[in-house]
């Protein structure tokens, strides 16, 4: 590494935060009574929502919604719905609101603090142990967001006895997450690095999910957006078809996360393949032992091969890391964005 910058340092932690986060205690409350979850969170916890969100909907098989805490819009929370709550700080004022402005219904929380306003507010709120994220740019908060989302959905899955095969199978692949992110640090570090240098000039990229990794793909965007002050848009690669793609020209740089076994890959495939054909200057995020046409991608940062379900805590590894170089390379003050505060729980 040899750099005194939080967010590296931060990025590097991931491995520990993980480890923190798989083995600490998780006392389960009895389970609400309820139908259906929504999440309502702002920025990168809101991006932990939506993968929460596919994770309810997955591995427990139960309707979830996300709201976007910040927007304004009165959230709607029929009867017999639980509010999940996500802040890294616990102190966000719209997250607030939303716990405020429905007092009777059943909520939880997971934030960073420990004794935070959202700990006040919800009757069940996880702690992250990611330690203090000094960076501005959120990156190991989300990780631990998101395996807090992950552990609960699986404990909740053996509470309700709910044996959905899926979820029984990925139970015995949690344990390996943490050596999972230090390999895909090792092996795809000096990758993100050339895409970084290869990228300096760039003044607009697009990022490609699908499934799942939609929701780390906005999580680039926003990365890319308030470090490296880049016009960065994250969307659905499917959706992308539907109008967006008239954007790309010769050189367009746009980023696409592939990952094999999942139900979307295939597709995903082939409308990268059309956005290559149109002249895009095509990365792709995929694993290490994925097959794809040689000519496909100008550059791949490379993943461990893991599970699609799991696969976000890996993916946004990479746009982390490209991120950061990025903004080294253009000499910005990557702790400190310019026009941020950062609240800390
Ligand atoms: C991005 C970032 C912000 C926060 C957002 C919500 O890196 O940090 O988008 O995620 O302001 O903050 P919390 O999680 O504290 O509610």
Known sequence: MGDSSQMLAN?????????????MDLPMPPLPDVDRVIFSACGTSRHAGMVGRSWWQTLLQIPAHLEDAADGYPVQVPPKSLIYLLSQSGQTRDVIDVAQRFPTAPKW???????????ELASYTLQTHAGEEKAVA???????????LLRVALAWHDRANRNVPQTIVLQ?????????????LNQTEVACQQVAQKLVAADRLILLGSGINTAIALEGALKLKETVYLHAEGLSSGDFMHGPIAIIESGFPV??????GSATYDKTITEAKRVKSYGAYLIGI??????????LFDAV???TDIDELLSPLLTVIPLQLVAYYMAKNRGLAIDAPRNLTKFIG
């Open 138 to 148: 959120a990156t190991k908060t989300f990780l631990g967001q998101l395996l807090l």
């Open 11 to 23: 990025i590097f932690e991931q491995p520990s935060v993980a480890e923190r986060c798989l083995a």
């Open 109 to 119: 929380g997971i934030t960073n603090g420990s004794k935070t306003r959202l700990h």
């Open 255 to 260: 980023i696409t996360i592939a990952i094999p």
């Open 172 to 184: 015995s692949k949690i344990a390996q997450i943490p050596q999972q992110i230090q390999t895909t």
């Open 286 to 295: 995929t694993t290490e032992s994925a097959v794809y046409d040689a000519d």
């Open 301 to 303: 940062l490379p993943i």
